[in-house]
C-alpha cells in the first residue's frame, strides 16, 4: 500500500473529511487530496512532502516514520540519476582542448601575410626570412606580429608623461584664505531692493472689512426668546398660588366636619386615657451577630484513579493518576491521546476522580493543566465512585487552559470529586490529550 492510500485509509478510520483534516493541520484540501493520489508535484519538493505527511499521520493517528521511509526509498529508486548530476554540477570537469590541425590558421596572421582573401581552410603562406634585428617597436611597424591596430601608441617619448596627467593650476602647492581676493563691505544703510522701485511708491493699507453686528443680533434673539418664557413661567405661579390659596378653607371644612361630636358621643361618659409622650425613645434590643464561616483549607486527598464513561473499569491511564495530587511527581497524569478533540467518536468523556477518604465540605478546586488552551470540563461530586450518573455537576469551564479555579455555586457535601473532560486540548505533537500536573481541592473537612 503506498503512502497516499495508507494515510487516505487512516482519515476515513477516523471519521475525517479532507476539509475536517485540513482545518485541523492547516494543509489547503487540494494538496492533501493530491498526497492521497501519490502526486507530490503540488508540494513544492521533498523537505515539504516530508513535513505534510508528518502533519497528516499525527492528526489521523499514525505513525508517520514508516510513511517517510517508503516515501524516500521511492524517491531514490525514480531518481537516481539527478545525484550524478547534483555530483556533475558541484565538481565540473574542464573542457579538453583538441588537437590543433593545418585548417586551424588564424586570421590575423594571414591578413598581416597580405592575403586579403585568405580563410581559415587556406594553407599558410611560405615563411618570410628572418630580418635583421628592429629597433624599439613603434606604432606602425608591421615586422612585429604583436602589434596589432588595436595596440594603443605612447604619446610622449617620455613613458613617465600621460595624457591623463593634468597641468598644475598653481604654483603654490598649498594656497589659503589669504589668497582670495578682497571684497570690500557693503555700506551701511538700509537694505537696497533689487530692482528699480517707482519713484512714487506708498504702502496701500489692506482693506477695511465691514464689521459685522453680530453680536446685537444675538442679544435680539435671545431677548425674544426669553420673553415667552418669563410669561408662560409667570402665568405658571399665578396658577399655583390660587390653588394654593383655596386649600386651606377645604382643609378647615373637612377638620371642622370631622371635630363635630355625634349626639351618641355627647352622651358618653369621659375617661382619661394615657398616652405616650412623643418625646420617649425607644430601648434598643441588643443583637446576637451570626458566627463566620470557618476558612477554606486544602483537604486531604486519599487516592486517585483514570474515569471512563463506564467508571473506573475504562478510565485512562490509572497506574499514574497519583502524580496529579503528589507534590514533586515525575510528571503530570495525562489522558489517552485522540485524532480529534472529541476523543476521534470513541467515548464521551474522560476524566480523574479523586477520594478524599471521608465527607467533607466542598468549597472550591484549583487544577493545573497543561498551557494549551481549548479544554472543556465539568467538576462533579458525590457519595459514591460508581458511574458517571450518580456524579452531580457542581461546576463547570469551557476553553480553558494554564490553571484553572472553580469555584463551587454553593457548598457541597461529597466524598468523592471528578475531574470530567467534554473536549480534549491539543497537546502540541498534532493529537488531543488531557494533562493534569496538580491538584488541590479546598473546603471544611
Same mark, same amino acid.
Given at each position: 500500500?503506498?503512502?497516499? @492510500?495508507?494515510? /487516505?485509509?487512516?482519515?476515513?478510520?477516523?471519521?475525517?473529511?479532507?476539509?475536517?483534516?485540513?482545518?485541523?493541520?492547516?494543509?489547503?484540501?487540494?494538496?492533501?487530496?493530491?498526497? @492521497?493520489? %501519490?502526486?507530490?508535484?503540488?508540494?513544492?519538493? *521533498?523537505?515539504?512532502?516530508?513535513?505534510?505527511?508528518?502533519?497528516?499521520?499525527?492528526?489521523?493517528?499514525?505513525?508517520?516514520?514508516?510513511?517517510?521511509? @517508503?516515501?524516500?526509498?521511492?524517491?531514490?529508486?525514480?531518481?537516481?540519476?539527478?545525484?550524478?548530476?547534483?555530483?556533475?554540477?558541484?565538481?565540473?570537469?574542464?573542457?579538453?582542448?583538441?588537437?590543433?590541425?593545418?585548417?586551424?590558421?588564424?586570421?590575423?596572421?594571414?591578413?598581416?601575410?597580405?592575403?586579403?582573401? /585568405?580563410?581559415?581552410? *587556406?594553407?599558410?603562406?611560405?615563411?618570410?626570412?628572418?630580418?635583421?634585428?628592429?629597433?624599439?617597436?613603434?606604432?606602425?611597424?608591421?615586422?612585429?606580429?604583436?602589434?596589432?591596430?588595436?595596440?594603443?601608441?605612447?604619446?610622449?617619448?617620455?613613458?613617465?608623461?600621460?595624457?591623463?596627467?593634468?597641468?598644475?593650476?598653481? @604654483?603654490?602647492?598649498?594656497?589659503?584664505?589669504?589668497?582670495?581676493?578682497?571684497?570690500?563691505?557693503?555700506?551701511?544703510?538700509?537694505?537696497?531692493?533689487?530692482? *528699480?522701485?517707482?519713484?512714487?511708491?506708498?504702502?496701500?493699507?489692506?482693506?477695511?472689512?465691514?464689521?459685522?453686528?453680530?453680536?446685537?443680533? %444675538?442679544?435680539?434673539?435671545?431677548?425674544?426668546?426669553?420673553?415667552?418664557?418669563?410669561?408662560?413661567?409667570?402665568?405658571?405661579?399665578?396658577?399655583?398660588?390660587?390653588?394654593?390659596?383655596?386649600?386651606?378653607?377645604?382643609?378647615?371644612?373637612?377638620?371642622?366636619?370631622?371635630?363635630?361630636?355625634?349626639?351618641?358621643?355627647?352622651?358618653?361618659?369621659?375617661?382619661?386615657?394615657?398616652?405616650?409622650?412623643?418625646?420617649?425613645?425607644?430601648?434598643?434590643?441588643?443583637?446576637?451577630? /451570626?458566627?463566620?464561616?470557618?476558612?477554606?483549607?486544602?483537604?486531604?486527598?486519599?487516592?486517585?484513579?483514570?474515569?471512563?464513561?463506564?467508571?473506573?473499569? *475504562?478510565?485512562?491511564?490509572?497506574?499514574?493518576?497519583?502524580?496529579?495530587?503528589?507534590?514533586?511527581?515525575?510528571?503530570?497524569?495525562?489522558?489517552?491521546?485522540?485524532?480529534?478533540?472529541?476523543?476521534?467518536?470513541?467515548?464521551?468523556?474522560?476524566?480523574?476522580?479523586?477520594?478524599?477518604?471521608?465527607?467533607?465540605?466542598?468549597?472550591?478546586?484549583?487544577?493545573?493543566?497543561?498551557?494549551?488552551?481549548?479544554?472543556?470540563?465539568?467538576?462533579?461530586?458525590?457519595?459514591?465512585?460508581?458511574?458517571?450518573?450518580?456524579?452531580?455537576?457542581?461546576?463547570?469551564?469551557?476553553?480553558?487552559?494554564?490553571?484553572?479555579?472553580?469555584?463551587?455555586?454553593?457548598?457541597?457535601?461529597?466524598?468523592?470529586?471528578?475531574?470530567?473532560?467534554?473536549?480534549?486540548?491539543?497537546?502540541?505533537?498534532?493529537?488531543?490529550?488531557?494533562?493534569?500536573?496538580?491538584?488541590?481541592?479546598?473546603?471544611?473537612?
Amino acid at each position: 500500500m503506498s503512502v497516499g @492510500e495508507t494515510l /487516505a485509509e487512516a482519515r476515513s478510520r477516523a471519521g475525517l473529511s479532507v476539509a475536517e483534516l485540513s482545518e485541523r493541520t492547516k494543509i489547503r484540501g487540494t494538496v492533501i487530496q493530491c498526497i @492521497e493520489q %501519490d502526486d507530490y508535484d503540488a508540494c513544492g519538493g *521533498d523537505v515539504f512532502v516530508r513535513g505534510y505527511v508528518r502533519a497528516l499521520a499525527s492528526a489521523v493517528g499514525i505513525d508517520a516514520r514508516p510513511l517517510i521511509r @517508503e516515501y524516500d526509498n521511492a524517491r531514490t529508486d525514480t531518481s537516481g540519476d539527478t545525484f550524478a548530476h547534483v555530483a556533475r554540477v558541484a565538481h565540473p570537469v574542464p573542457p579538453s582542448r583538441p588537437a590543433d590541425t593545418a585548417a586551424d590558421v588564424p586570421f590575423a596572421a594571414a591578413a598581416s601575410a597580405g592575403l586579403s582573401d /585568405a580563410t581559415a581552410a *587556406d594553407p599558410l603562406p611560405p615563411a618570410a626570412p628572418p630580418a635583421s634585428p628592429p629597433g624599439p617597436p613603434g606604432p606602425s611597424s608591421p615586422a612585429d606580429p604583436d602589434v596589432t591596430s588595436a595596440d594603443l601608441p605612447a604619446l610622449s617619448a617620455d613613458p613617465a608623461v600621460t595624457v591623463f596627467d593634468l597641468p598644475v593650476v598653481t @604654483e603654490d602647492p598649498a594656497p589659503t584664505v589669504a589668497d582670495l581676493p578682497v571684497i570690500p563691505p557693503e555700506p551701511a544703510g538700509p537694505p537696497v531692493p533689487h530692482g *528699480d522701485p517707482p519713484v512714487s511708491w506708498t504702502p496701500v493699507p489692506p482693506p477695511v472689512q465691514p464689521r459685522h453686528r453680530t453680536r446685537s443680533r %444675538d442679544r435680539r434673539r435671545v431677548a425674544w426668546i426669553a420673553v415667552p418664557v418669563v410669561l408662560v413661567l409667570a402665568a405658571a405661579g399665578v396658577a399655583s398660588g390660587l390653588a394654593l390659596s383655596s386649600q386651606p378653607t377645604a382643609a378647615g371644612k373637612n377638620a371642622a366636619a370631622v371635630t363635630q361630636p355625634s349626639s351618641h358621643a355627647a352622651h358618653a361618659p369621659l375617661t382619661s386615657t394615657s398616652a405616650t409622650p412623643p418625646s420617649a425613645t425607644p430601648t434598643p434590643t441588643a443583637t446576637t451577630p /451570626a458566627p463566620a464561616p470557618p476558612a477554606s483549607t486544602a483537604l486531604p486527598i486519599a487516592s486517585a484513579a483514570g474515569f471512563g464513561p463506564g467508571g473506573l473499569a *475504562d478510565g485512562d491511564n490509572s497506574r499514574v493518576a497519583s502524580n496529579a495530587i503528589t507534590r514533586g511527581a515525575p510528571g503530570p497524569w495525562q489522558s489517552q491521546w485522540y485524532a480529534t478533540a472529541q476523543f476521534g467518536n470513541l467515548k464521551q468523556g474522560t476524566g480523574l476522580i479523586l477520594d478524599l477518604g471521608r465527607t467533607a465540605t466542598i468549597t472550591s478546586v484549583r487544577i493545573d493543566l497543561a498551557s494549551y488552551q481549548g479544554a472543556n470540563l465539568q467538576l462533579r461530586v458525590g457519595d459514591t465512585d460508581g458511574p458517571l450518573s450518580s456524579l452531580r455537576v457542581a461546576a463547570a469551564a469551557d476553553n480553558v487552559g494554564g490553571t484553572v479555579r472553580l469555584h463551587l455555586r454553593s457548598p457541597q457535601q461529597a466524598r468523592y470529586v471528578l475531574i470530567w473532560f467534554t473536549l480534549l486540548p491539543p497537546n502540541g505533537a498534532g493529537q488531543y490529550q488531557a494533562t493534569i500536573y496538580h491538584v488541590v481541592v479546598n473546603g471544611h473537612p
